[in-house]
């Protein structure tokens, strides 16, 4: 039998692959709009184009990113408990806590992107890490 801080990893990892489609399903058409010659195109970076494309159209390639950057460290903390037999009960419900706040962080990051409010989710959500990490520490010291 499985820990049950496995299922919100593998949804936090599915919701990032459902960013990764949201983010061709805007670039790509935008990238057409530009008339950039993608076929000829050598070099470069997403960056790059920050200065070609609607800001909006980047919102979800940002987004994408951040789901590369703190959500790696959920991952490793949700799999440490996992391994100390700590991932049921209380520390389950902290990350799908941390999962659904990610998940409403990138759905206001690639619709209106207002910045206090993605500033308040992911404040929520690192205290969601900040939990995690205590339970694992105190599970240790035991």
């Known amino acids: 039998m499985h820990s049950p801080i496995i299922a919100p990893v593998v949804a936090l990892v ?8 949201w983010m061709y ?5 935008a990238m057409q709009a530009a008339k950039i010659d993608v076929k ?8 790059d184009l920050k200065s070609i494309l609607p800001a909006p159209v980047q919102w ?3 987004n994408y990113n951040h789901l590369m950057e703190q959500p790696t460290i ?13 991932g049921a009960g209380l520390n389950a419900t902290i990350a799908w806590a941390y999962v ?3 998940i409403a962080h990138s759905l206001v990051q690639v619709t209106v992107n207002r910045v206090i409010v993605r500033f308040g989710l992911f404040t929520l959500s690192t ?3 900040v939990a995690l990490t205590l339970h694992a520490a105190m599970a240790l010291l035991r």
Do not use: D
Not at 14 to 21: F, G, N, T, Y
Not at 40 to 47: I, K, Y
């Open 14 to 21: 599915a919701w990032s692959l459902v960013i990764w489609c």
């Open 40 to 47: 000829n195109l050598r070099g470069g970076s997403g960056a």
């Open 100 to 102: 659904a706040l990610r």
């Open 74 to 86: 959920f991952y490793a903390i949700a799999l440490s408990l996992a391994l100390l037999e700590q």
């Open 60 to 62: 979800s390639a940002e």
């Open 127 to 129: 205290l969601c890490l």
């Open 25 to 29: 399903a805007k670039r790509i058409p």
